[in-house]
């Protein structure tokens, strides 16, 4: 059994980045399915996020600290480049991704169709049509950050990408973000591109949990 283990369900966008970045180093890992807020989580992480990581006595928790650890710590390829200016511009796309995008996009917006389907009803739609107008703008700033070369920095896969990859995956499964990406051709081309990425597409999760739970 590998020793390092990325713990945290695999729905979770933070989680899916971890277990890109650990595919691309060609880094064995065990997957262990946990959610937020659960024992071993809380073991872990303060606030009960996901993922968490346990590498023999180190345990540590956000995907960013995960992410540098292990590609610290192992060898193989890195989604980092080592040009310290390109390496910081992987950094700006990432804080980015985590404290804009992801709030907006995922615990706003995504999450109102996942939290309808858990409560057996019908997702806010005051709320989602609230946030809509903020998004198409970020929208069309994503769109042309990716339309000069089809990734976020470069010409090649950063972890910048391995963020926003999985991010995408879910605008384009439910239909107001679905339409967004319609309007948006550079960025419906990065996601058709990348979600075929073997480490994106080995760690996609099976279900999308807003579909599951109305079933
Ligand atoms: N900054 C954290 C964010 C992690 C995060 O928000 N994970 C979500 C699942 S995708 C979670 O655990 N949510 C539960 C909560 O916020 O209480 C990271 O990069 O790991």
């Known amino acids: 059994m590998a020793?390092?283990?990325?713990?945290?369900?695999?729905?979770?966008?933070?989680?899916?980045?971890t277990r890109i970045l650990c595919t691309e180093k060609g880094v064995p890992y065990q997957h262990v399915q946990a959610l937020p807020h659960t024992p071993e989580v809380d073991a872990i992480h303060p606030f009960g996020k996901i993922p968490v990581m346990r590498h023999g006595d180190v345990t540590?928790?956000?995907?960013r600290a995960i992410c540098r650890y292990i590609d610290s710590v192992f060898d193989g390829p890195?989604?980092?480049?080592?040009?310290?200016?390109?390496?910081?511009?992987?950094?700006?796309?990432i804080s980015m991704a985590c404290t804009t995008?992801?709030?907006?996009?995922?615990?706003?917006?995504?999450?109102s169709y996942v939290l309808a389907a858990r409560a057996g009803r019908e997702p806010d739609r005051a709320s989602i049509d609230a946030t809509i107008p903020k998004m198409a703008p970020h929208f069309a700033i994503m769109d042309r950050a990716v339309g000069k070369t089809g990734h976020l920095v470069g010409e090649s896969f950063t972890l910048a990408d391995a963020y926003l990859t999985p991010i995408l995956f879910y605008m384009n499964s439910v239909p107001e973000s679905r339409a967004l990406m319609a309007q948006s051709p550079h960025l419906a081309a990065y996601l058709e591109r990348h979600i075929d990425r073997p480490s994106v597409k080995g760690a996609k999760p099976d279900f999308l949990v807003h579909e599951m739970m109305r079933r």
């Open 3 to 17: 020793d390092l283990q990325i713990i945290g369900g695999s729905p979770s966008n933070f989680v899916w980045v």
């Open 60 to 63: 540590l928790c956000e995907s």
């Open 78 to 93: 890195s989604l980092m480049p080592s040009d310290p200016v390109i390496a910081a511009q992987v950094e700006q796309w």
């Open 101 to 111: 995008i992801d709030p907006l996009w995922i615990r706003q917006y995504y999450a």
